[in-house]
């Protein structure tokens, strides 16, 4: 029968897994490195795994397909559930942990809530709250986007300004791209426009060198908001080559 279904673009598709538990009916799965579909009977093609893909890599296709299985599906919904902690076992056996989507003001992960923290790192303390960091890896329906306040940064910025985290980073989350050398300017704009859209947005402040390329960053940003219908005051600082506020 014609009916909508899951469709996998393997050409954008990493193999980093972070779909793979927002599809309760367990349908999907990396083999090889590539996302795969392995019962189409257990796909109900509502597309819960769409949001979750950072590339883009899904889409909702209608086609022939097998019938949705709904008793196969509660089958395995049901023995998924039975399987403690399974949202954290697949991220760390099904994917690339490096994805894991992290907050670490809500987990004991946080340097700032250890005991054992070394008495001369104390005072230097990193003010990151959040992982991934790097645009190309986030995904917009991360909550820690929620009521946010925003830091774009260049990638050369934190090694260029001693003062990056007490200065800038503090109470913001992170995002950082190389507009020189990522080839990624299209695909930027849009991960962009997607998360000032899906997320009340507090602020925005936008980082980078003072060499001509790097001025790419304040544009990507710039368009980005465009796109996305928002109005968001934008605070746009210049870093020197030798790591002072122009």
């Avoid at 597309?47 to 397909?65: K, M, Q, T």
């Avoid at 399987?83 to 994805?99: D, R, S």
Wanted: with cysteine; net charge positive.
């Amino acid at each position: 029968m014609k009916r909508k279904i899951i469709k996998i673009d393997e050409s954008k598709c990493t193999g980093c897994g972070v779909c793979v538990p927002d599809c309760r009916e367990n349908a999907l799965k990396i083999i090889n490195g590539k996302l795969k579909l392995t019962d189409e009977t257990l796909c109900d093609g509502l597309g819960a795994c769409l949001g979750a893909c950072p590339f883009g890599a899904l889409s909702i296709e209608e086609r022939e397909s097998k019938i949705f299985d709904h008793k196969k599906a509660d089958e395995n919904m049901k023995e998924n559930a039975k399987k403690n902690h399974k949202i954290e076992h697949t991220h760390e056996h099904a994917g690339c942990p490096g994805m894991k989507i992290i907050n670490f003001k809500n987990t004991a992960a946080s340097i700032k809530n250890t005991n054992d923290i070394k008495k001369e790192d104390s005072l230097t303390a990193s003010e990151l709250s959040q992982w991934p960091i790097q645009l190309k890896l986030l995904n917009p329906n991360a909550p820690y986007f929620k009521e946010a306040h925003i830091l774009i940064t260049a990638d050369c910025v934190p090694f260029s300004y001693a003062n990056f985290h007490s200065k800038f980073l503090k109470n913001k989350i992170l995002i950082i791209f190389c507009p020189k050398l990522d080839s990624s300017y299209e695909d930027y704009v849009e991960k962009l426009a997607e998360i000032f859209k899906i997320n009340d947005i507090k602020s925005v402040t936008i980082i980078h060198m003072e060499v001509p390329c790097c001025s790419a960053t304040t544009a990507i940003t710039e368009e980005a908001l465009k796109k996305s219908g928002k109005n968001i005051i934008i605070k746009d600082y210049t870093i020197s080559l030798r790591g002072e506020i122009i």
